[in-house]
């Protein structure tokens, strides 16, 4: 079965710009949740969507959110880029969130310039 | 809100050596996970403990779980280039709360 699903790869944008990242989970899989991976913090939860609802937020300015659709694909939008915005951003699918295993995608690059 | 570290944030073994990573978290969780991520690629689930004071192998890789449900450790046995990466724990509090915290994580290097 098809993994998830991130585009694009890469991504370069310029300060004060806004970026829609995607994510496609596995097929059959509701939670979706999106992390920022950066060499200096690890992985640091964004948001986790279950069923078109946002469960979880995490400890991020307002310029960062996120949206899931009914067929459990997902998307997280940064407006105003910052230089510190970029990272490693990283979307995992899990069949539920309650304690099943999560499954990552490769990620989207992104660099703010 | 609750914390997950890790320990040491960097490890560098000679190969054969055996290699051991920590977690500790501020609160009670309902489980842990363990998370391998090469260089270049993205974490890839290893395991998850559930009971207290719970022991889990795989091949050359024990897991622990505390007895009081806030730490966690992961061993690997005479290591393998193979085993470089980045190692995470990650943690789930109980209740409603699903949200999975991570550790910073150790970066594993193997000397061949």
């Known amino acids: ?113 | 809100g609750q914390q997950v570290m890790q320990i040491p944030q960097y490890q560098h073994v000679q190969e054969g050596e055996d290699f051991t990573t920590y977690c500790n978290s501020s609160t009670t969780l309902s489980n842990i996970q363990w998370y391998k991520q090469r260089p270049g690629g993205h974490p890839v689930f290893l395991i998850q403990l559930v009971k207290s004071g719970e022991v889990k192998k795989q091949k050359r890789l024990t897991f622990q779980f505390g007895e009081a449900k806030k730490n966690s450790s992961l061993h690997i046995t005479a290591t393998q280039t193979t085993d470089v990466g980045t190692y995470f724990c990650a943690g789930r509090p109980g209740g409603s709360n699903y949200k999975l915290t991570f550790g910073k994580g150790t970066l594993l290097t193997v000397n061949p």
Not at chain 1, 44 to 52: A, K
Not at chain 1, 78 to 103: K, N
């Open chain 1, 1 to 113: 079965k098809a993994g998830v699903t991130q585009t694009p790869r890469y991504l370069i944008k310029t300060r004060g710009q806004q970026v829609t990242l995607s994510c496609s989970p596995i097929s059959g899989h509701r939670s979706v949740s999106w992390y920022q991976q950066t060499p200096g913090q690890g992985l640091q939860f964004l948001f986790e969507y279950f069923s078109e609802t946002q469960r979880n937020k995490g400890n991020f300015p307002g310029r960062f959110s996120g949206r899931q659709f009914s067929n459990s694909r997902s998307e997280m939008n940064v407006s105003t880029l910052e230089l510190g915005d970029s990272a490693l951003y990283l979307c995992a699918s899990s069949w539920d969130s309650r304690g099943t295993e999560a499954f990552f995608g490769q990620g989207t690059r992104l660099t703010v310039v």
